[in-house]
């Protein structure tokens, strides 16, 4: 049996009598290890994440099975075969750290690549989407999908105030309510990047790519009534199944796949489709931009210790390595900043030297001390001393030609023009009978909860993505309001 000690190694001989002055009290103040221990229990949680707070992470394996060099210098990507070691954390977004995983919310989707030059972290959705093409809306916007500050309770008037009075949510409203809203579990969804990215080669030509991860378990999702009932007898189903999965050897995996689009190919599509090719409430056609193979991730190995390796992992878009870029996307940009000031936050000041944030490959700069320095420099110089002989290699940014921007600096509202409907609508006419069935029937139950203009502005947006959209949407909820 393990010796029981205190935190600085000292053996503990009784944990289960405190020192008392005498058989029935009062306790001493001597007794260190009682008082230890209650001070280290009161400090035990640190904030929640502020969105994505319940999730579920595992280590695994990255290989790659195709080349994309001729897109990419990327280095874990050099060579078919060549392995990365990865991580990756599940999440709902809008609930908190206790709330239950089968919820209808988007999915987290955040993968970390361990490179030899660093890591790389594509923080992404189980949708290739998103509410918002502009991150001054994200704070507004999620608020209301949490809790109204008077009532505390989750507030289906606000969700749809705020929906219906920003029409680009529609592309993801409607995957939302749609049957993909409830996946079953984290195994059987896709991963998506979501945003523009650039990926860039030897010759330093950049592409800009949008990335997949396609499930090789098959898609599976709930009703909405079994995730209903899920979140009442298992509120940890999918952090359940993922853990069990890896702990017996079944080990998840998923295709990485890209879309690339050169810039003049970019042009070329935006002045005949009138989209913005960095606009993240749109996808890229993939009957244009087919899907091309990169490589394989597989979950293999569960942490030991969700607090230290899933609770304290700090994942951030703005992490990305030499051959791999960002574009000029405003909701990404937005993101660059706000993952490591969260961070900054909610681990500390040296939240990248714990092991599930160090990188594997040596690392050097000349941020020193702070609270809990573990990995601090040891005796490298604590300032850049610019040596002459040391050659140039680029800023950060890794010396890549950026790319042009035109334009005067200014707020540009382009959503009086902007097409917000015919992707929805798209999306909306693919569906099979039953699935449309249950996206009308899925919205209804909620927007029925909003107040009649709400739900009016709202159907105003359907009807423009298709007219057998809305006219669904608005009969369902009468429906619903004559049973009442
Ligand atoms: C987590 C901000 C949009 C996916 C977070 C966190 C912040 C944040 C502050 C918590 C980070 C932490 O404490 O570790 C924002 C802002 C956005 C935005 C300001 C818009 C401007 C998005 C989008 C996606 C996304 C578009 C997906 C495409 C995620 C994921 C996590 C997360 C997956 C959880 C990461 C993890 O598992 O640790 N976001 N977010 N976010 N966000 Fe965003």
């Not at 009932?229 to 069990?244: E, I, M, S």
């Not at 993939?286 to 899933?310: K, T």
């Not at 707020?411 to 929805?424: E, I, K, L, S």
């Amino acid at each position: 049996m393990t010796q029981l000690t205190t935190a600085s190694g000292i053996p503990v001989n009784d944990n289960q009598n405190s020192i008392t002055a005498g058989p029935r009290g009062p306790v001493l103040l001597q007794d260190f290890h009682l008082i230890e221990k209650l001070q280290h229990f009161n400090r035990e949680r640190i904030p929640e994440r502020v969105v994505h707070a319940k999730g579920s992470g595992a280590y695994g394996t990255f290989t790659v099975t195709h080349d994309v060099s001729k897109y990419t210098k990327a280095k874990l990507f050099a060579a078919i075969g060549r392995q990365t070691e990865t991580f990756l954390r599940f999440s709902t977004v809008g609930g908190e750290k206790g709330s239950a995983d089968t919820e209808r919310d988007p999915r987290g989707f955040a993968v970390r690549f361990y490179t030899e030059e660093g890591n790389w972290d594509l923080v992404g959705n189980n949708t290739p989407t998103f509410f918002l093409k502009d991150g001054i809306k994200f704070p507004d916007f999620i608020h209301t999908q949490k809790r109204d500050p008077q009532t505390n309770l989750k507030s289906a008037q606000n969700v749809w105030d705020f929906w219906s009075k920003a029409p680009e949510s529609l592309h993801q409203v409607t995957i939302l309510f749609s049957d993909r809203g409830t996946p079953d579990g984290y195994r059987h969804m896709d991963g998506f990047g979501s945003h523009t990215y650039s990926l860039i080669n030897d010759a330093g030509e950049r592409v800009w790519v949008k990335w997949h991860f396609k499930t090789l378990q098959g898609i599976r999702n709930l009703t909405a009534a079994e995730a209903q009932r899920l979140a009442g007898v298992d509120p940890d189903y999918a952090q359940r199944d993922l853990f069990n999965a890896i702990a017996t050897g079944d080990y998840p995996r998923w295709s990485v796949e890209i879309q690339v689009m050169d810039d003049a190919r970019r042009a070329a599509w935006e002045a005949q489709t009138g989209w913005d090719a960095f606009d993240l409430t749109k996808v890229w056609p993939q009957g244009e931009f087919p899907r091309i193979p990169v490589g394989i991730l597989e979950l293999n190995r569960n942490p030991d210790n969700y607090h230290a390796d899933v609770e304290q992992a700090a994942l951030s878009p703005s992490n990305i390595v030499p051959g791999l870029g960002y574009s000029p996307d405003k909701m990404l940009q937005a993101r660059l900043f706000a993952y490591h000031d969260a961070q900054l936050y909610r681990v500390g000041t040296n939240h990248q030297h714990l092991p599930v944030n160090r990188p594997r490959c040596p690392f050097h700069n000349q941020q020193r001390d702070g609270a809990m320095a573990v990995a601090n420099g040891g005796a490298a110089p604590n300032y850049d001393p610019v040596h002459a002989d040391v050659p140039a290699v680029g800023g950060f940014g890794h010396g890549d030609a950026g790319w042009p921007v035109e334009g005067n600096a200014g707020r540009y509202d382009t959503r009086a023009t902007d097409d917000h409907f015919t992707q929805a609508g798209n999306l909306f006419r693919l569906l099979t009978e039953e699935g449309k069935r249950n996206l009308i029937a899925n919205i209804a139950g909620s927007l029925s909860n909003a107040d009649a203009a709400t739900q009016d502005r709202q159907i105003g947006h359907f009807l423009k993505a298709d007219t057998a959209y809305g006219q669904g949407v608005a009969e369902a909820i009468r429906a619903l309001q004559n049973q009442a």
